[in-house]
């Protein structure tokens, strides 16, 4: 785990190999660490996602530079994906469920998980189907971010074959207090016409920011080398002010992960190997 200054200085934080899955990724071509962070009561939290090795699909706790502990229990990738974790994404700080609300890409659903390592179903996408294509289309979630309305966003990526303008970002908010946001009316449709949806995070001022992942994430994935493939298929960033949906930056290799400060958005750039960043003003 590194820390990363204003300045581009980078430390380490850990001076061991954190946990990670095997075999993970298009092709099961490589190992996969930690895909999300949270810092939750002045301690250290990350998630491994993917599904292959008793180290992956779980939550941990950072305890200091040598050592981590899981929080919640080994995943049995064969057993039925409800109230437990599949494969997961990204994180949000979630009073409301005394923990976190995880993304679930491998269960399409968002998941309450408390501090103890107790999972709970929090939300379960319904799939979807499209015109010349006679398998549903999964509706996945992927990046979460807290609204400055107190409410839960999530996008979604959308699965095979990754039909263009059918991803959306996600309201989710438990307006009745009974611990999921599975009611009527407490998910809704917040940004659509979306594509093979990454990443969202919010800016200072409340402007949503969107990771597309490529124009054509078929190809990216099709097999061969990946990153020259994310090359030739960039996907971009979009900005939606709360009316208009407008792309703040093209050109994108495999974005994959967003963070607005008050005048910057970092890029993470998967495939690319690297981290961008553009004004936001």
Do not use: C
């Not at 074959?161 to 059918?166: N, T």
């Not at 099709?222 to 407008?246: C, H, I, M």
């Amino acid at each position: 785990m590194l820390k990363v200054t204003r300045d581009r200085d980078v430390h380490s934080l850990t001076t061991t190999r954190l946990p990670h899955a095997l075999n993970s990724g298009p092709d099961a071509a490589y190992t996969a660490g930690p895909s999300a962070i949270s810092l939750l009561n002045g301690e250290v939290f990350v998630i491994v996602g993917e599904f292959r090795g008793n180290k992956s699909a779980r939550l941990y706790r950072i305890t200091g530079e040598t050592g981590y502990e899981a929080v919640t229990p080994v995943t049995d990738a064969f057993s039925p994906t409800e109230n437990r974790f599949s494969n997961p994404y990204d994180i949000v700080n979630a009073p409301e469920v005394d923990g976190w609300i995880v993304s679930d890409p491998g269960g399409n659903s968002l998941l309450a998980v408390d501090l103890d390592g107790n999972i709970h179903d929090y939300v379960v996408f319904q799939s979807f189907t499209i015109p010349d294509h006679e398998a549903p289309v999964e509706m996945v979630p992927t990046g979460i971010a807290r609204g400055a309305d107190g409410a839960v966003y999530v996008g979604s990526l959308t699965g095979f074959p990754y039909p263009r303008e059918q991803a959306v970002v996600w309201r989710v908010e438990d307006l009745n207090g009974d611990g999921d946001a599975m009611d009527e009316g407490e998910v809704e449709p917040f940004v659509t016409g979306l594509t093979t949806v990454t990443d969202i995070t919010f800016g200072a001022d409340g402007t949503l920011y969107i990771a597309e992942f490529s124009s054509d994430t078929r190809a990216v994935l099709q097999g061969g080398d990946f990153s020259k493939n994310a090359a030739s298929n960039p996907g971009r960033v979009l900005r939606w002010n709360g009316s208009e949906l407008t792309v703040f930056a093209d050109n994108v290799v495999s974005p994959t992960g967003l963070l607005a400060t008050e005048s910057t958005l970092y890029i993470s750039e998967e495939y690319a190997g690297r981290v961008s960043k553009r004004p936001l003003n």
